[in-house]
C-alpha cells in the first residue's frame, strides 16, 4: 500500500526497483540504437568499398590490357556503373557518396562512388565505379527497426518478469508486513506466515512469531496481574474505607481532624474507582462480558437520567435527551450500562457552570455533545489509559479508555469532534 509522509508519497520497493530498471533500460535504449545504426552503416559503407575494389580489380586483370583507346566510348555505353571519364587530377584512389539522378525512378538516388587513375595505351583516364546504396539503407533501416523492437520486447519482457518474479519472491515479506499492521495485543494470540525457503525472509517470519508471541505473553501477565492485584485490592481498600467512615461517624473529632479524615476518604473513594474500573478493563480485555443479547439503549438512559441530573445540579448543567422509544442493539447490558454512565461523567466532569449536555439516541448509533473547554481536544492519547486532557482534574484518566474498549469489543466506532463550542463524542453502531 503507498501511504503519505511527512507531505510525500511513500512507494513500494518493488516499484522503486522496477523504475531503476525502467530508467536503466531506456538510456541503454537511446544509447544502443543509435550506436547500432552508426556501426551497421559503417559496415554496410566497407562492404561497398570491398565489392568496388573487387570491381576495380576485375578491370586491372581482365580489361585495362585490351581496351584501347577507340574502344573506351563502346566500353561506356555498354557498361553503366563503370565507366571511364577524362582524367580529372587525382593521384590516387578515392572513395565518396554522391547522388545521381535516376531517369528511371525519377528521383536522386545514393551511391557510393570509387574514382582511381588508370591509364590506357598510355594515357591517363578516371576510372569511375559505383553502387547504388538505396538496398543498403533500406536494409540498414529494416535491421535497426527489427533491431529497436527485439531491445523493447525484451526490456518489456525483462520488467515484466521482474515484476512478476519478484511479486511472488517479495510475498512473505508482504505477509508478515500486513500481520504485523493488523497485529492488535489486546486480541492476536498467533500468527500464520507463508513458509519459503529463502533465508531472509524465513529469518524475518521467526522473528516476527516470537515478537508476536513474545508481546502478548507479556500483555497477558501484565494484565493477569492487574486484574489479580485488584481482586486482592478489593477487600483492604473497602475495609480500610469502612473503618475512615466509622471514624468520620465520632462526636469528639475536632474540626481540624474532621477535614484531615474527610480528604482520606474522598482520596479512598477515588482509590475503590481506580480498582473498580482496572478490574472493568482486565475484564472487557479478558473477553469475560462476552454474553450478549437485546438491550434497549433508550431505556438504561431514561433509568439512569435522574441519577445525573442531580449530579449536573452542582454546576448548573442542562441536560437534554432526544431518543427514539426504543433504539435495541446486540451487547452485553452490562457494558451498555458502563458505556452510558462514563459518558455522563465525561460530559459533567468536564463541563462549566450553566454548562449544556445533548444525547441523541437513534438507530445508528449514540451522540453525547457538551460544552467546556473552548478549544478542541488533543485526540492522539485520548482513549490511552490514565491519559487526561486536564492533568489537574480529579478523574483518574480511564473513562475514555473504557469506552474505547466497550466500543471496540462490540465492533462500533468512536469519534471525537469539536464543532459550535460543543465537544462531541459520536457511537456509530
Known amino acids: 500500500m503507498e501511504q503519505a509522509t511527512n507531505g510525500k508519497m511513500n512507494k513500494k520497493l518493488l516499484q522503486k526497483t522496477l523504475n531503476y530498471y525502467f530508467i536503466y533500460a531506456v538510456v541503454i535504449l537511446i544509447t544502443v540504437a543509435p550506436l547500432f545504426y552508426v556501426v551497421s552503416n559503417v559496415l554496410y559503407e566497407d562492404d561497398a568499398n570491398e565489392d568496388l575494389y573487387a570491381i576495380k580489380k576485375q578491370f586491372d586483370t581482365f580489361t585495362k590490357d585490351e581496351l584501347t583507346l577507340k574502344d573506351i566510348a563502346l566500353w561506356n555505353k555498354f557498361n553503366k556503373d563503370v565507366n571511364l571519364q577524362k582524367f580529372n587530377g587525382i593521384a590516387k584512389d578515392s572513395l565518396f557518396d554522391h547522388s545521381y539522378y535516376d531517369s528511371l525512378n525519377k528521383e536522386n538516388e545514393p551511391y557510393r562512388v570509387l574514382n582511381a587513375p588508370v591509364k590506357i595505351e598510355g594515357k591517363t583516364f578516371t576510372f569511375s565505379a559505383r553502387i547504388n546504396m538505396v538496398e543498403k539503407e533500406n536494409l540498414i533501416g529494416s535491421t535497426v527497426v527489427l533491431f529497436i523492437s527485439l531491445l523493447v520486447l525484451l526490456i518489456l519482457g525483462f520488467l515484466f518478469i521482474t515484476k512478476y518474479i519478484s511479486s511472488k519472491l517479495w510475498l512473505p515479506f508482504y505477509v508478515a508486513l500486513d500481520k504485523l499492521e493488523q497485529f492488535e495485543i489486546d486480541k492476536t494470540t498467533s500468527v500464520n506466515l507463508i513458509e519459503n525457503t529463502t533465508e531472509e525472509f524465513d529469518r524475518l517470519n521467526n522473528v516476527t512469531v516470537k515478537l508476536i508471541h513474545k508481546n502478548s505473553s507479556i500483555y497477558n501477565s501484565q494484565r493477569e496481574f492487574i486484574e489479580n ?151 492522539e492519547k485520548m482513549f490511552e489509559r490514565f491519559s487526561k486532557s486536564n492533568p489537574s482534574s480529579k478523574g483518574n484518566g480511564l473513562g475514555l479508555s473504557i469506552i474505547k474498549k466497550i466500543v471496540d469489543a462490540n465492533s462500533w466506532s468512536i469519534h471525537y469532534s469539536f464543532k459550535d463550542r460543543f465537544h462531541n463524542f459520536e457511537i456509530s453502531f
Open 229 to 379: 492485584a485488584a481482586h486482592e485490592l478489593q477487600t483492604p481498600i473497602a475495609i480500610f474505607k469502612g473503618k475512615i467512615e466509622n471514624i468520620l461517624q465520632r462526636k469528639d473529632l475536632n474540626q481540624e481532624q474532621f477535614q484531615l479524615i474527610d480528604d482520606l476518604n474522598n482520596t479512598t473513594s477515588r482509590l475503590v474507582k481506580l480498582n473498580k474500573n482496572l478490574l472493568v478493563l482486565s475484564k472487557i480485555e479478558s473477553n469475560s462480558f462476552y454474553e450478549k443479547q437485546q438491550v434497549n439503549i433508550s431505556e438504561i438512559i431514561n433509568h439512569q437520567i435522574a441519577f445525573f441530573n442531580e449530579q449536573a445540579k452542582s454546576k448548573d448543567i442542562e441536560i437534554n435527551i432526544e431518543s427514539s422509544e426504543k433504539v435495541i442493539v446486540s451487547a452485553n447490558p452490562f457494558l451498555v450500562e458502563i458505556l452510558i454512565n462514563n459518558l455522563f461523567i465525561n460530559t459533567i466532569n468536564h463541563n462549566v457552570n450553566d454548562g449544556q449536555i445533548n444525547v441523541s439516541v437513534t438507530s445508528k448509533g449514540i451522540l453525547f455533545s457538551n460544552t467546556g473547554a473552548l478549544i478542541p481536544l488533543k485526540t
